[in-house]
């Protein structure tokens, strides 16, 4: 079972006030799915003699995982995936944004849009895949105009050079002037079109067709495949940034899973002056490092968005807090030891 990789790795976890205390009952992410049944992980020893009890509000059933992952890999990655999902909507794999932040549309569990040139991919890999499925699930009409988006973003995209602006994380970022001043992209290409195809009035109400559709398409087995085959570059991402701070408790690769959700990742001077901060304070506890990379990361996060972002990573460093108005006690909610060694 996946979870006894975990149990394993934990043998060596560390313990530390606050986490120690017995823990509220709180409510599941992803409150629009029904609660999953405990499972109780069959393993060696443990030490205090309980066996933990392992929650996921997702349903795995029917995905293919990537290979090359290990038990451990997997299980803190299910983990990654709960949790990181949970902030992004309320629905899992079936999560569906309007375009109420100019992103045109975004859709899944951890909320892939066109905006940023991150739905077109998984769209595009469905249709290559499995056309069958985008025949069943899109009327004639709305395929076309689907298609003709995907192949117009398709052929720009390949002939755009995208890098001689500067890098820019997230769109939670500051903005960059000379990005401003770049010029229209295949990305806003679709944005527009979602703005002219799936809205009544103009990004707020979805046509109800559309909608539909679009839900079907995010629950089916295969999409949520390609979803989690898309995500396990956030896990990649997550886990060499792991490697660079030195924190190998699963909280760490849990935090760095979520900026890399939400804010595309660190900023080479982010790491660079989380690396003089480590060397001025030899001492300093886990806890700490974190904060400290979360407060570096924070920087180049714009004003209104701030709170949002340090409340996600907050909640995964401490395991409880607020996040979008909730109380949230994340290891019990999905019964996983943040103290635990991984990587």
């Known amino acids: 079972m996946l979870w006894s990789a975990l149990l394993a790795l934990g043998a060596a976890s560390l313990q530390a006030a606050g986490f120690e205390a017995e823990r509220s009952a709180a409510a599941l992410g992803f409150g629009g799915l029904p609660a999953l049944p405990r499972i109780q992980v069959a393993a060696g020893p443990v030490p205090g003699g309980r066996l933990p009890q392992i929650r996921s509000a997702l349903d795995f059933s029917g995905v293919h995982w990537p290979e090359g992952l290990t038990e451990a890999d997997r299980a803190a990655f299910e983990v990654a995936l709960n949790i990181s999902g949970s902030f992004e909507g ?14 045109g549309l975004s859709l899944g569990l951890l909320n892939q849009c066109l905006g940023q040139g991150s739905l077109q991919p998984l769209l595009l890999s469905l249709r290559q895949g499995h056309p069958e499925t985008m025949d069943v699930i899109f ?14 973003w398709q052929s720009a995209s390949g002939a755009e050079a995208r890098s001689g602006a500067p890098e820019r994380r997230s769109w939670l970022d500051e903005p960059v ?9 295949p990305d806003e290409a679709s944005v527009a079109w979602a703005e002219k195809n799936l809205y009544s009035d103009g990004g707020k109400t979805f046509d109800p067709v559309w909608k539909a559709e679009f839900i079907a398409l995010a629950g089916n087995p295969e999409y949520v495949t390609l979803q989690i085959q898309a995500a396990l570059g956030y896990h990649d991402k997550a886990v060499a940034y792991q490697s660079r701070v030195g924190v190998r408790e699963l909280r760490a690769y849990l935090m760095l899973f979520d900026v890399v959700v939400q804010n595309g990742g660190l900023y080479p001077d982010d790491l660079d ?8 304070n030899p001492h300093a506890k886990s806890a700490q490092k974190l904060q400290k990379l979360l407060a570096l990361r924070l920087r180049h996060v714009r004003p209104k968005y701030v709170a949002d972002v340090r409340s996600r990573k907050s909640a995964i460093i401490a395991g409880t807090g607020f996040v979008h108005g909730a109380k949230r006690d994340l290891p019990a909610e999905y019964g996983y030891d943040p103290l635990l060694v991984y990587r």
């Open 177 to 185: 002037a000379a990005m401003r001043a770049a010029g229209p992209s």
């Open 273 to 280: 002056d989380y690396a003089a901060y480590v060397k001025a």
């Open 139 to 152: 009327s004639s009409d709305h395929l076309k105009s689907l298609s003709g988006m995907l192949d117009s």
């Open 90 to 103: 309320n629905e899992g794999w079936v999560n569906l944004s309007n375009d109420f932040d100019g992103q």
